[in-house]
């Protein structure tokens, strides 16, 4: 017969202990993350370890238990957990759902007393039992049959407590620990205990009269008259401390064990948890292949595949499909073409319709209109064959993201299927995944992508209509559309990176890596492998005796984070932490960038993911532009082999200041940061000003700092946690300075609560120009999702106002250059940022025009400001 086990999990302090040995992780819609996955790694490991045949996560049902009926402070001293942390409690609980482990909390109870209650039965009925907790309180429970792994410095490197390793690190038995407990108290629980007395006096103590109630009974054989007395003004203290630590054994737990069996996770709910959290890299540790979408009977269709292109294949109006494989469509190759029109249903091989002028012709043509899936990817495609894309007077894709920006577009069938079109079917399912993907022949082929073709005719007016509902088909027409085609031509322009200057700086990168190294090593007293983090581990925390805040499973924790609490401790650590910024400078942007140079035209040809961000803000892939690091000088050198293209021209670049605090202020209509901006004052330091009611002379470069730090986290939902972390400041001083903000600017207060009612009426926030955003947590029970839905609130209107102004700047800069005949390109938009390439002739034209388009862009209560400068190279415009 199988053994049983019981694998009992303390599921608060798991997640506490997740939620502070990693740094903050956020998925793509802003959720932090770092709890769940510290929390789903822990999961791993006992699952893989243990392999239990029953689990149950335990947790505390509320604040209120029966020991405040004892004594009302107990834990009366812990802080309010972080927004950042309690947000995640309701993944964690989903991730248990989706692994099919039972969780469970009961009223007045903590669980503590659940895992306690538990343990004590499933030993009377035969299991092994191994409790985890990150918490030393529930050693007490360990038996010759229970097990008690406490987390150490992480999540995942566990001290096994079995009564033997209790009586080698205390000299006591598990059931000591409660009587330690009584003496010493626990400044964690706020649990008094007799002051004075600490550990090692409580140890001392027990090891003579075994229990607390012998020791009370005999105090006057203990040695030490101010310690006597101490046990005998604090001994109801002792003893209420000693029933405040003891785990409840016998509990109402409503728990039948044969009902927590664990019979394995269930792998759809698992697959679809980590897709939405953005934990990739455990997706591929579940093995397998995500399941496929479900497919709906497919109708046939009648289509026609032409031997040759004639002009009677196209209509006045024509929905047309661009077919890649490739998501980097600037290398792809075309792989087929569909149309469908009232004449009838086409497809079109690539090897006759791309070398044909009568299809070059129509293309070219903007009196025939197509409508198409994914304007700028068709344009940019085309290109490649010399063929110009015109006419465009739809885009199925982008239509469908201003729609609900926050659902995840995979292929047409995804938009297809949301409107309950099914006479398509997924291109993951068509193709296949990874390295099963492959073109099935001509005719199966052929009808994939007429079906494609005929969805968007189904698809169209439906998505026309809601734009128009919503109030967004301005937005569409006006702003997105256009802006497709403007990101096409920078796209295909691209930008000039000199590989020679790039290789240069390699080289001496290189050099600076190996003086590093030798500097780190000669500290370190001996030559060492520094990107391995086992011995640099060995390093610093055995042979030169730094403070380890954290192991795993191969040794001490390297991480970022680790190294920068150890700053100030050993000169070592400023070295090793510039090692890794430079070697991820040359290896990420260095290396990187030299493998996506295009050896014909000698640039990179970035690519605008233009339906991805839920704020409307661009993104850029294939190289990412928009992320090369500026804060060390090295990084920012990088931007000097970014150069214009031909000879005796500069590159422009032109940045908004601010952008998003003016928006702020518009929207907000507070009469302080209205006067502030509209006097061209540093707001900043008019923050500063009136938070520490000092004159402007009187600010100090810290206050400005923390008035920066302010300025740009209130609006984004900032808790005093996330601001103590900022500044490195307590919780409580970061509560009293938002406390502070608030009141000198108490439009911004009023925006905030305003937005937040107009939001739970509505279900979504819009930006100036109607760009949406749904919030369907922001009615939510669950006061964790709630109050995120309610960050996000605050944040979309500032945050896609401003990425629309930068988008309608491109817009007006487009047409103004071509108005004025000028032959200044624009090359890239980088976050508040616009990069040209210019004549040096045209200097003092765009010295005027550009910041007068881009402060124009938008009229606002305040006015927008815009810097510019040029030079040889991108770092030089600066």
């Known amino acids: ?101 039972s969780r469970y909390e009961l009223e007045n109870y903590e669980a503590d007393d659940i895992i306690g209650t538990l343990s004590l039965t499933a030993e009377n009925d035969g299991f092994e039992v191994k409790v985890i907790s990150g918490d030393k309180d529930l050693t007490q429970l360990s038996s010759p049959i229970t097990t008690v792994g406490i987390t150490r410095k992480g999540i995942t490197d566990i001290e096994e407590y079995t009564p033997e390793h209790v009586a080698e690190k205390y000299g006591l038995t598990p059931n000591q620990i409660i009587d330690m407990k009584g003496l010493m108290g626990d400044q964690s629980d706020n649990i008094p205990g007799v002051p004075g007395v600490g550990e090692k006096t409580a140890i001392k103590l027990l090891k003579e009269f075994n229990t607390l109630e012998n020791l009370l009974e005999s105090i006057d054989q203990v040695s030490g008259n101010k310690l006597k007395e101490k046990l005998a003004e604090f001994k109801e203290q002792a003893i209420m401390s000693k029933e405040l630590a003891t785990i409840e054994r016998k509990a109402p737990v409503e728990v039948d064990l044969d009902a927590i069996a664990y019979e394995g996770f269930i792998r759809e709910k698992l697959i679809h948890l980590f897709k939405e959290l953005g934990f990739n890299s455990l997706l591929e540790k579940l093995g397998d292949e995500p399941l496929e979408m479900v497919e709906h009977e497919l109708e046939a269709i009648d289509f026609v595949i032409p031997d040759e292109i004639t002009e009677d294949i196209f209509a006045d109006t024509n929905y047309f499909y661009v077919e890649m494989l490739d998501d980097n469509y600037h290398y792809a190759d075309i792989i087929g073409l569909s149309i469908v029109n009232e004449k009838g249903h086409y497809y079109l091989p690539t090897d006759l319709a791309l070398k044909s002028d009568t299809f070059k012709k129509w293309a070219e043509d903007d009196q025939k209109k197509k409508i198409v899936y994914d304007a700028k990817r068709s344009e940019v495609s085309l290109r490649r064959y010399d063929i110009h894309l015109k006419g465009t007077a739809f885009d199925i894709l982008m239509a469908a993201y201003l729609i609900n920006p926050s659902e995840n577009i995979e292929d047409l069938a995804a938009i297809a299927k949301r409107y309950e079109i099914h006479n398509i079917q997924s291109d993951e399912s068509f193709y296949g995944k990874g390295a099963k993907r492959k073109i099935p022949e001509t005719d199966k082929l052929a009808e994939h992508l007429v079906r494609k073709s005929l969805a968007m005719s189904d698809l169209k007016e439906k998505l026309e209509d809601e734009l128009k509902e919503n109030e967004q088909y301005e937005l569409f027409k006006e702003l997105e559309m256009p802006l497709s085609l403007i990101l096409a031509d920078m796209e295909s322009t691209g930008i000039r990176v000199e590989r020679d200057r790039l290789q240069r700086m390699g080289k001496e990168l290189t050099e600076r890596l190996l003086e590093i190294e030798g500097k780190i090593c000669e500290l370190a007293g001996e030559k060492f492998n520094i990107n391995s983090p086992k011995q640099l581990g060995v390093i610093l925390f055995e042979k030169l005796g730094l403070h380890s805040f954290k192991k795993t499973k191969t040794g001490h924790s390297t991480s970022a984070d680790v190294l920068e609490k150890l700053a100030e401790d050993h000169e070592i650590i400023q070295f090793i932490l510039l090692y890794r910024q430079l070697g991820k400078l040359q290896s990420t942007y260095i290396e990187g960038l030299l493998k996506v140079i295009n050896p014909k035209t000698e640039k990179v040809h970035t690519r605008y993911q233009q339906t991805l961000t839920a704020t409307g803000r661009l993104s850029s892939i294939d190289p990412n532009l928009q992320n090369i690091p500026i804060r060390l000088e090295e990084g920012r050198r990088i931007r000097q082999a970014f150069v214009p293209s031909e000879k005796g021209w500069v590159i422009f670049a032109a940045d908004y200041s601010q952008i998003e605090l003016r928006v702020l202020a518009h929207i907000a209509d507070d009469e302080k940061l209205i006067d502030a901006f509209k006097h061209d004052m540093d707001i900043h330091t008019k923050t500063a000003m009136e ?32 601001l103590s972390q900022s500044l490195g400041i307590t919780r409580k001083e970061a509560g009293q300075f938002i406390d502070r903000y608030l009141h000198t600017y108490p439009g911004v207060k009023e925006y905030m609560d305003d937005i937040i009612h107009s939001a739970r009426q509505k279900g979504y926030v819009t930006t100036l120009m109607q760009r949406r955003r749904y919030l369907p947590e922001i009615t939510a029970r669950n006061f964790n999702l709630r109050s995120f839905a309610e960050r996000t609130a605050m944040n979309t209107p500032i945050q896609g106002t401003a990425a629309d102004i930068i988008k309608k700047a491109m817009i007006d800069m487009d047409e103004a250059l071509k108005d004025k005949g000028l032959k200044t390109r624009l090359l890239l938009q980088v976050h508040d ?14 010295k005027k025009l550009v910041p007068d388009v881009m402060e124009n862009a938008l009229e606002l209560k305040v006015p927008l400001k815009v810097d510019y400068a040029y030079g040889p190279t991108w770092f030089d415009a600066k």
């Open 1 to 101: 017969m199988e053994k049983k086990k019981l694998v009992l999990i303390d599921g608060n302090s798991i997640a506490y202990r997740a939620f502070f040995a990693l740094p903050l992780l956020n998925n793509d819609k802003g959720i932090h993350t770092n709890a769940v996955y510290g929390f789903t790694t822990m999961l791993m490991k006992i699952l893989e370890d243990e392999k239990p045949t029953h689990m149950l996560v335990a947790f505390d049902a509320g604040k209120t238990t029966f020991r405040h009926k004892t004594f009302g402070e107990y834990k009366g001293g812990r802080q309010k957990t972080p927004p950042e942390l309690s947000e995640q409690f309701p993944f964690i609980r989903e991730l248990l759902d989706a692994y099919g482990i």
């Open 691 to 722: 938070v520490f009611h000092v004159d402007e002379d009187e600010v100090t470069s810290n206050m400005r700092r923390q008035a920066k730090a302010v300025n740009f986290g209130i609006v984004y939902g900032i808790s005093d946690y996330g």
């Open 833 to 846: 940022e616009l990069i040209f390439e210019a004549p040096e002739e045209e200097m003092e034209v765009l």
